[in-house]
């Protein structure tokens, strides 16, 4: 695995130098993990030509979730608690005779790059901007299947959750035993906060579950996701509870399963991102549904749970392969309710079998 990581800084490292500057100081969690397979909290990572560096605020307490560092990357912990690794890193660059040092402007705050120049005025900063974001996009096979055991993880949940008595039950606690099962079968934890929505509630995108209890007869939306050595999936359906569903129910399901299966497929290498959106906006546009549609239908995911790309009507450029995306479009009815259906995929090549498909539970619609 350091040869991997390895190969990663030397990609960056290259693309540095041929910028013009003498190192890098990696500041994003996401893309310090990626390049290191560590990110305790706070930490950044030093890329310079003669060591990379990881500096922390703290001992690594060994938490799974901040993951293992690799062997070829020096730790470094900063003698004081409450010393900000970020300018540690920028000192650490200047006493290496570094003259310039690229960093993430996109994350550092206003705060940090003032102390910057303050503790290295002579030291030109200069934009990294998103070079280990568009790095990250197109996963190798590692991370691949990190993403499978994540998907695999988030299935035996869902699927368990399915098997017990719902009627009754609140939102909040069904959302919290299903998080309870996620780490049951080996997740670090859920990939984002579980959403479990009922009745009127059911469909509302980012829905934070309350007490309200599961009735016969209600839509019940569950959207979770496993967080597997960082690796983030995710997972959306919608069922009836307790009774057969009424026609309102089976009519809008259609629809919004029809349009999740237009947007699966369109993945393809090579296809436009807002291509996708719009194959599946169409189907609930044309049904009148269209003005009750989010912003996307769906997006990257990795190391962290929104990625790029964007699959939305502004969205620009194109899929790649081997790029993990999920396609979720939902309808919320205020006062009745609604239906979500996410999956997550990896987009692949016809030659290969097409999209991907890594959450597998049924898209039947169940009466529970």
């Known amino acids: 695995m350091s040869e991997l990581y390895a190969v990663r800084r030397t990609r960056l490292r290259d693309r540095v130098a041929g910028a013009g500057s003498a190192g890098a100081l990696i500041s994003r969690p996401a893309n310090v993990r990626y390049l290191t ?42 003698p004081a608690r409450g010393g900000d690794p970020v300018v540690a890193g920028a000192d650490l660059a200047v006493r290496a005779g570094a003259d310039t040092l690229a ?29 280990v974001e568009a790095q990250r996009l197109v996963k ?19 699927g368990e959750l399915l098997e017990s008595i719902l009627v009754g039950r609140t939102e909040r606690h069904l959302a919290l035993e299903l998080e309870r099962r996620l780490v049951d079968h080996g997740a670090d934890g859920p990939a984002f906060p579980t959403s479990v929505a009922t009745g009127p509630n059911a469909g509302r995108p ?30 959306g359906r919608t069922f009836v509870i307790g009774t057969t569903p009424s026609d309102w129910q089976i009519e809008l399901y259609d629809l919004v399963f029809a349009a999740q299966r237009a947007g699966r497929e369109a993945l393809a290498p090579g296809v436009e991102c807002r291509e996708v959106d719009r194959v599946a906006r169409h189907v609930l546009d044309a049904a009148g549904y269209g003005e009750r549609l989010g912003a996307w239908t769906g997006h990257g995911v ?11 009507p502004a969205a620009m450029g194109k899929l790649d392969a081997c790029v993990p995306v999920t396609v979720e479009p939902g309808v919320h009815i205020p006062g009745r309710g609604g239906v979500r259906i996410d999956d997550t995929l990896v987009v692949r090549p016809d030659a290969d079998g097409g999209p991907e498909l890594l959450t597998i539970t049924t898209k039947e619609l169940l009466a529970l």
Do not use: K
């Open 140 to 158: 190798d096979d590692d991370e691949i299947a990190c993403l499978r055991i994540a998907a695999e993880i988030a299935d035996q949940a869902l």
């Open 37 to 78: 397979g560590c990110a305790p909290p706070g930490a950044a990572l030093l890329m310079s030509p003669g060591e990379d560096v990881l500096l922390c605020g703290g001992p690594l307490s060994g938490d799974p979730s901040e993951g293992r560092p690799v062997d070829d990357v020096r730790i470094s912990v900063l």
């Open 302 to 312: 990795g190391l962290e749970i929104d990625e790029d790309p964007q699959l939305s």
């Open 206 to 235: 980012g829905h934070l579950p309350t007490d309200r209890r599961v009735e016969e007869g209600d839509f019940l939306s569950v959207g979770l996701g496993a967080n597997y050595r960082g690796y983030r999936c995710e997972i």
């Open 103 to 131: 960093v993430e402007e996109h994350h550092l705050t206003v705060t940090r790059h003032r102390a910057l120049s303050q503790v290295a005025p002579r030291l030109r900063l200069t934009d990294l901007a998103c070079a």
